[in-house]
């Protein structure tokens, strides 16, 4: 079973910044796609970032150029870098090791993080 932690989540004002961090434990997952996601109404998990097994990125179009993805697979960790953050940035946040997974219906998630930007 994968397991994964996320942190980093904090009140921030708009303009600021935030390093959210995702703390993964679990086998074979440095194969697949991870990706950041943000909940929304109607509680779905809404994909913000993902990066491949190769590092290859993909971004929403409302964070483009403003948050960046990472990931560590040796030390089985991936930080979403947030930059010049907006109120309707504000969502929990959760990460996830398999994006085609999760678009395939099968997602699973863990605590999240609460991310609140506001003056």
């Known amino acids: 079973q994968v397991q994964v932690v996320e942190s980093g989540g904090d009140l921030v004002q708009p303009g600021g910044s935030l390093r959210l961090s995702c703390a993964v434990s679990?086998?074979?997952?440095?194969?697949?796609?991870w990706g950041w996601y943000r909940q929304v109404p109607g509680n779905q998990h809404v994909l913000v970032a993902a990066?491949?097994?190769?590092?290859?990125?993909h971004y929403a179009d409302s964070v483009k150029g403003r948050f960046t993805i990472s990931r560590d697979s040796a030390k089985n960790t991936m930080i979403l870098q947030m930059n010049s953050l907006k109120p309707e940035d504000t969502a929990v946040y959760y990460c996830?090791?398999?994006?085609?997974?999760?678009?395939?219906?099968?997602?699973?998630w863990g605590q999240g993080t609460q991310v609140t930007v506001s003056s």
């Open positions: 990066i491949t097994s190769y590092g290859y990125t």
């Open positions: 679990g086998s074979n997952v440095s194969i697949y796609t």
């Open positions: 996830n090791t398999d994006v085609d997974l999760v678009e395939a219906g099968f997602g699973s």
